[in-house]
Nanobody, 125 residues
């Protein structure tokens, strides 16, 4: 069983930065592709970014491309989401999620096996 715990969410002003962390336990992350999702209460969950188990491929939603960067340190069993130039519309609960690596060299947002409980990001003046 893989457990995922997110941290790093906070209240930040527009234009500010945050770095979210997703720490895994129970198993090593080496075999898992990781994705970040976000959700605003009352709205559908939105895919934000993903990264393959090796870190060799990443993907970003159009709304965050150029502002967010996903990375991972498998030795620390941790995946990061660096968020810059934050906007009020980035306000949401952010979740990391794991799926067994696809093996095709591309990360994805489906086949999720494990979810974290989320961390809240609030972007407001």
């Amino acid at each position: 069983q893989l457990q995922l715990v997110e941290s790093g969410g906070d209240l930040v002003q527009p234009g500010g930065s945050l770095r979210l962390s997703c720490v895994a336990s129970g198993r090593t992350l080496d075999n898992y592709d990781i994705a970040w999702f976000r959700q605003v209460p009352g709205k559908a969950r939105e895919a934000v970014s993903c990264i393959t188990n090796s870190g060799g491929n990443t993907n970003y939603a159009g709304a965050v491309k150029g502002r967010f960067t996903i990375s991972r340190d498998n030795a620390k069993n941790t995946v990061y989401l660096q968020m810059n130039s934050l906007k009020p519309e980035d306000t949401a609960d952010y979740y990391c999620a794991a799926s067994f690596y696809s093996g095709n060299g591309y990360c994805h947002y489906y086949g999720i096996e494990y979810w974290g409980k989320g961390t809240l990001v609030t972007v407001s003046p």
